[in-house]
């Protein structure tokens, strides 16, 4: 009896353990501290106020001031949301404004890195980015050719519509979902596949003014 107690103790164990790395490696749900810290590529915008807006509604939730080429924001939120930076025409960034520590280092990247949603947000636009890319090399070439054009489009297309599907599939509530309803992953589908992927939403997804505006858009094309 004394060694099946053992047992069931460390079965036990191992579970939670097991419940508590995975919680370390998803992004986080809930709201807290932030720090938003970045860099400038030069300190042509020393002095100049800064905004986090809010993209569902632009409400603005924080203001910093530039000092030389750096910035940082502190505050409390209470549920991650997609936001954007301004800094100046020219220069801005979308992110997650969750708890945490979140990094700009525009010397290096555009993209936010630093906590789980927004390395999250970063793969993605570096994804988009690289996509992008692939497909204009592969146009070009099939242009310089003369032949496969619409078929190399065609190919391209269905496969960022595969991609699109697995991507709202994974983040169908969260912040990073609604940075999706926004990006080429929603731009690319057609309205049929649209419906399908908002009924597919969760609660706090269905509920935004991004939603919203995309039935209305949807219901006015029957």
Not at 58 to 64: L, P
Not at 163 to 173: G, K, P, T
Not at 202 to 213: A, D, E, K, M, N
């Amino acid at each position: 009896m004394q060694v099946m107690k053992c047992k069931f103790l460390l079965g036990a164990l191992m579970g939670v353990s097991l419940l508590l790395s995975f919680g370390a490696c998803t992004p986080s749900s809930s709201g807290g501290d932030y720090i938003v810290s970045g860099v400038l590529p030069d300190s042509t915008a020393d002095g100049y106020d800064i905004y986090l807006v809010r993209q569902d509604d632009w409400k603005r939730v924080d203001t910093a001031i530039v000092q030389g080429d750096k910035f940082v924001f502190e505050g409390h939120v209470e549920t991650p949301a997609f936001c954007r930076l301004h800094v100046k025409p020219g220069l801005s960034s979308c992110l997650i404004l969750e708890k945490g520590e979140i990094k700009l280092d525009y010397t290096k990247s555009k993209y936010p890195s630093g906590t789980g949603s927004n390395d999250e947000l970063a793969r993605i636009n570096q994804m988009e980015d690289n996509q992008m890319r692939e497909f204009n090399r592969g146009m070009r070439k099939a242009i310089r050719e003369k032949k496969g054009v619409m078929a190399y489009k065609e190919e391209y297309i269905q496969n960022v519509k595969k991609q699109a599907r697995e991507l709202f599939r994974e983040h169908r509530d969260d912040a990073v979902g609604q940075y999706l309803l926004y990006s080429s992953y929603m731009n690319i589908l057609d309205d049929e596949e649209r419906k399908e992927v908002i009924q597919s939403l969760g609660p706090s997804l269905q509920s935004s003014s991004r939603v919203q505006y995309l039935q209305k858009q949807l219901n006015y094309q029957k």
